[in-house]
């Protein structure tokens, strides 16, 4: 069955069961329909209880084979559920673009996902909308500023914010507008990303409260003057509208798991031009309502859950209290040279020689003052010597280490059931959490400490742009923020073909993209996709809506 | 007090109170919060019972004064509660982009409003985002097509479907897309409309179904080969997709006024470059569920009021049982020649001067076999002899009128109750309807009945450019399509400075855009706004969010 089908025969429960059950009151749930609900956080009793523990699933360098990382995300938090903990879910929002064009949809597979899948794949709550509109209001109103008169002496070619949609449009990515004459406003190069690359996503996803995100609306840098002076949304005076136009959106959404699992599913910013996970609010809202919060960062641990600890966990003032790495034999075997149609065959020695690319990753997790406990996220293709020489080695390398079947069992059944007793062992343990890099550290050697203790890079070469955009940084005194490395998420490196562990590399930094509403400099690496386009064969080729207004074609 | 204060200090009950009220199961309610509601018409039970009357509202032709139209549409429906029948309003919802630029909301005003007026005027229940995500879905998947080997020979010069956004932006009216090289697509020229003013929009609201909408976007003519033959959403294989993104956006949603009465607030398309009126299925779920269904027409009635009789009616195949025209002492008195910073001195005689405009309206109206009753929307402005000497006059003519003043007392009180009389005694009436022209017309002979019977234009004058469409039109076998007028609403003229019922005049055509999915022909005369701009102090730079998470600056 496909995950469409089994989403669609699975026994969904109404919300208010679910929002009951995880002691939510109904006046703070906002019903979307019967299987979805907006939760206001203000109106959760403050009852002063201990937040509940993270624990953050990560992955080891993703390949093409997929890892299934929201899959074990999802099933180690019913396995958890299953073992009496009282759980919750945080996972990020999926976007359309992707959907209709080759990616599927982003809430978790078989077994393991939360429902009702086709419409959280599809508009969901609204909140992508929402920022889309308040993104693109934002856009309109910078133009219209100079169109108007140009109060504050906008210089047309220096705006730096772009519009966006949430769809896979290679056409928009470089445009032209403002044609058409002195009606039509000024004339401009420009270019369109997908709403999840955009600043508002990030700065949405880092808000604490409303009052946080109208001070960050209002701190985005969207260009400058003639003279080089950066011009903030303050300046434009429509930060107040902006958060007027996410106020509904910013309310974390509630859903479950085909297992019955509580989630918040908020948010949903690129892992590469942006942090990579859900809402702060969304996670501060689980750990009020639960003993263990479960989330994920996007793509390989180097990227996502470095910037998860360093600017997430930083900007929310928590530590993780656990951190699980996937680890699939089909990527392993891929991080050791063999091909995609390959896969099918065992081969332990292919295996062995993947498991440094997950050993490095491993091992930069502990520099963070974490044990993390691996996921062998199983497949039914994996053969029983591969799963056990894995689990071997990683006793050997004093790695604790679980093979998870929840794709194929979910939280009804046992096979995640060893994984959720390490991690509930590993949140036993102390955890002696630590930054990897202070704030105070300049954005140049920030990047630099990233790439030597996170990636493995000797050193970091910085393009004539980017020196200049160092510059700027420390002229505008930026240079206290964190980075936020936009990179391959195939490689340690910023080269996508070397795969398992790279050494003896140089990171390339092309130019520096300062996010002051987000608060972080994204650091651009080798070829960075801020709006994907769509395959020869799309997916939208394969939906529809069948008779009795069920959906088909999502995978 | 404001309309949002007013608004915020009503007693708003839970919508499920408003649809028990209404007799709509339980199971046919979408929850959208506390206060909003979709309506899933496939849910309710076909009991055989003869649809509600239609009560059609128009007004004369609208000046910068206001009219007040949806304020008469509530107040109407609430005082034909207030009489003890069985009604439901039908009503547009409104376009973001208006609200953050100067119009204001689309609600209604002072005390015949539709609420939660904020929520409405803001996402409300996200359609206009799903039919802008889904228009945009298809702009991409067109450059696509073309990027990837273009199949179809897609004549990139001649593509005709354009992106929207639901924002006022007049530097994306001309634009150029595909810049970049040889992988950020194909280079052409393009342009963005106001989601309101799409062809998803109009084929929404004409929808029966999701399987006439299926058809209907299968319909739609994207643009032609090199060789000019058309190219429809259906040769792309993506009608279904498209589908499958409005399934849940196709539901009418149900608010309710001040006074409690029920409302489906659905669809809203642009009453110039489309038909402008609510969703065919609102309004069809609407008369299965109340004896009358108060709707309204956008513009003046020669525009929304023919478009409605010969475009809507037609296409759900129903006779309006009465026609409201709404009239007010400043719009008279404009017509009448009095300037706008003038209105405030009674003048009889500019209000005299001012009826030819609304006489021609009724007149036109009676040429469908429907007998108008006129609506004085009374401001608090007006002189009572203005009013008295306009009910004399209405008297003299033939013509039911009434005084309602439904801004200051709503649904709670007697203002309207005059209006609601003439209303039932009008529905008590035999009508005689007729559309104003055959489908078998030459589209070219359409226009000129239109013009003549309804503008009073002496004769058309086509453009080079009209012309060959109407031979295109012609060849390609769309020459029983009805017409869509795009005309100036000020005048019944294309020069909207000719107030009145001006005479004498030729109506210029410049344009004519085939719409197959939406199923009309645009006919463009003067000079038609696809995408609006943003005024020197957008309303954007007034809006907040209090500290209890109430809109502050919404009009």
Same mark, same amino acid.
């Given at each position: 069955?496909?995950?469409?089908?089994?989403?669609?025969?699975?026994?969904?429960?109404? =919300?208010?069961?679910?929002?009951?059950?995880?002691?939510?009151?109904?006046?703070?749930?906002?019903?979307?329909?019967?299987?979805?609900?907006?939760?206001?956080?203000?109106?959760?009793?403050?009852?002063?209880?201990?937040?509940?523990?993270?624990?953050?699933?990560?992955?080891?360098?993703?390949?093409?084979?997929?890892?299934?990382?929201?899959?074990?995300?999802?099933?180690?938090?019913?396995?958890?559920?299953?073992?009496?903990?009282?759980?919750?879910?945080?996972?990020?929002?999926?976007?359309?673009?992707?959907?209709?064009?080759?990616?599927?949809?982003?809430?978790?597979?078989?077994?393991?996902?939360?429902?009702?899948?086709?419409?959280?794949?599809?508009?969901?709550?609204?909140?992508?909308?929402?920022?889309?509109?308040?993104?693109?209001?934002?856009?309109?109103?910078?133009?219209?500023?100079?169109?108007?008169?140009?109060?504050?002496?906008?210089?047309?070619?220096?705006?730096?914010?772009?519009?966006?949609?949430?769809?896979?449009?290679?056409?928009?990515?470089?445009?032209?507008?403002?044609?058409?004459?002195?009606?039509?406003?000024?004339?401009?190069?420009?270019?369109?990303? =997908?709403?999840?690359?955009?600043?508002?996503?990030?700065?949405?996803?880092?808000?604490?409260?409303?009052?946080?995100?109208?001070?960050?609306?209002?701190?985005?840098?969207?260009?400058?003057?003639?003279?080089?002076?950066?011009?903030?949304?303050?300046?434009?005076?429509?930060?107040?509208?902006?958060?007027?136009?996410?106020?509904?959106?910013?309310?974390?959404?509630?859903?479950?798991?085909?297992?019955?699992?509580?989630?918040?599913?908020?948010?949903?910013?690129?892992?590469?031009?942006?942090?990579?996970?859900?809402?702060?609010?969304?996670?501060?809202?689980?750990?009020?309502?639960?003993?263990?919060?479960?989330?994920?960062?996007?793509?390989?641990?180097?990227?996502?859950?470095?910037?998860?600890?360093?600017?997430?966990?930083?900007?929310?003032?928590?530590?993780?209290?656990?951190?699980?790495?996937?680890?699939?034999?089909?990527?392993?075997?891929?991080?050791?040279?063999?091909?995609?149609?390959?896969?099918?065959?065992? @081969?332990?020695?292919?295996?062995?020689?993947?498991?440094?690319?997950?050993?490095?990753?491993?091992?930069?997790?502990?520099?963070?003052?974490?044990?993390?406990?691996?996921?062998?996220?199983?497949?039914?293709?994996?053969?029983?010597?591969?799963?056990?020489?894995?689990?071997? +080695?990683?006793?050997?390398?004093?790695?604790? *280490?679980?093979?998870?079947?929840? +794709?194929?069992?979910?939280?009804?059944?046992?096979?995640?059931?060893?994984?959720?007793?390490?991690?509930?062992?590993?949140?036993?343990?102390?955890? @002696?959490?630590?930054?990897?890099?202070?704030?105070?550290?300049?954005?140049?050697?920030?990047?630099?400490?990233?790439?030597?203790?996170?990636?493995?890079?000797?050193?970091?070469?910085?393009?004539?742009?980017?020196?200049?955009?160092?510059?700027?940084?420390?002229?505008?005194? +930026?240079?206290?923020?964190?980075?936020?490395?936009?990179?391959?998420?195939?490689?340690?490196? @910023?080269?996508?073909?070397?795969?398992?562990?790279?050494?003896?590399?140089?990171?390339?930094?092309?130019?520096?993209?300062?996010?002051?509403?987000?608060?972080?400099?994204?650091?651009?690496?080798?070829?960075?996709?801020?709006?994907?386009?769509?395959?020869?064969?799309? *997916?939208?080729?394969?939906?529809?809506?069948?008779?009795?207004?069920?959906?088909?074609?999502?995978?």
């Amino acid at each position: 069955m496909s995950d469409l089908e089994i989403a669609r025969n699975a026994a969904v429960r109404p =919300i208010e069961e679910i929002s009951d059950a995880a002691g939510i009151p109904r006046e703070a749930v906002e019903f979307h329909g019967r299987f979805k609900a907006k939760i206001d956080p203000r109106l959760l009793s403050a009852d002063g209880g201990t937040p509940g523990s993270v624990v953050l699933v990560s992955a080891m360098s993703p390949t093409p084979a997929g890892e299934g990382k929201s899959t074990c995300t999802v099933g180690l938090a019913d396995s958890l559920a299953r073992a009496g903990q009282r759980v919750m879910i945080a996972l990020r929002e999926p976007s359309l673009g992707p959907v209709l064009g080759m990616k599927g949809g982003a809430t978790g597979g078989g077994y393991s996902q939360v429902l009702p899948m086709d419409e959280i794949n599809l508009h969901f709550t609204g909140d992508f909308h929402a920022i889309t509109a308040a993104n693109n209001a934002l856009a309109a109103l910078i133009d219209n500023h100079i169109h108007q008169g140009n109060a504050l002496g906008v210089d047309p070619r220096r705006i730096t914010f772009k519009r966006v949609l949430d769809v896979n449009d290679r056409a928009l990515r470089e445009v032209v507008i403002g044609l058409g004459g002195p009606t039509e406003g000024t004339p401009r190069q420009d270019g369109f990303d =997908i709403t999840v690359a955009s600043e508002v996503m990030a700065v949405f996803c880092l808000a604490q409260d409303l009052d946080d995100l109208r001070e960050r609306l209002g701190d985005i840098t969207f260009g400058s003057t003639y003279d080089r002076t950066p011009l903030t949304v303050r300046d434009l005076g429509v930060e107040g509208a902006l958060t007027l136009l996410l106020r509904d959106a910013i309310k974390p959404n509630l859903v479950q798991t085909i297992a019955g699992t509580p989630a918040l599913v908020h948010g949903g910013p690129f892992a590469n031009i942006a942090h990579g996970c859900n809402s702060v609010i969304a996670t501060r809202t689980a750990r009020q309502l639960a003993d263990i919060v479960v989330t994920e960062a996007g793509f390989g641990a180097d990227l996502g859950a470095e910037k998860f600890l360093d600017i997430k966990a930083r900007a929310a003032d928590f530590a993780p209290g656990a951190v699980v790495i996937v680890a699939t034999i089909r990527a392993l075997k891929m991080h050791g040279g063999i091909a995609k149609t390959e896969l099918a065959a065992p @081969d332990v020695e292919a295996v062995a020689r993947g498991t440094e690319n997950l050993l490095r990753h491993v091992r930069n997790i502990e520099k963070f003052g974490l044990s993390p406990v691996v996921a062998v996220n199983q497949f039914g293709t994996d053969a029983q010597e591969e799963l056990d020489w894995v689990l071997e +080695w990683c006793r050997s390398e004093g790695i604790e *280490a679980a093979v998870a079947d929840v +794709w194929g069992q979910g939280g009804g059944g046992p096979g995640g059931d060893e994984l959720a007793a390490k991690v509930l062992a590993a949140l036993d343990r102390p955890v @002696d959490f630590a930054h990897l890099y202070p704030l105070e550290l300049p954005v140049e050697d920030k990047i630099r400490t990233i790439a030597r203790e996170i990636y493995g890079a000797d050193g970091v070469e910085f393009s004539a742009l980017a020196l200049r955009r160092l510059a700027e940084i420390r002229a505008n005194g +930026w240079d206290n923020l964190p980075v936020c490395i936009a990179k391959t998420q195939y490689s340690f490196s @910023d080269d996508p073909t070397l795969l398992g562990a790279p050494t003896g590399f140089t990171l390339h930094v092309r130019e520096l993209i300062p996010k002051t509403g987000a608060g972080f400099i994204v650091v651009k690496t080798g070829a960075v996709m801020t709006m994907p386009g769509l395959p020869k064969e799309p *997916a939208a080729l394969q939906m529809d809506v069948d008779a009795d207004g069920n959906a088909v074609g999502l995978f």
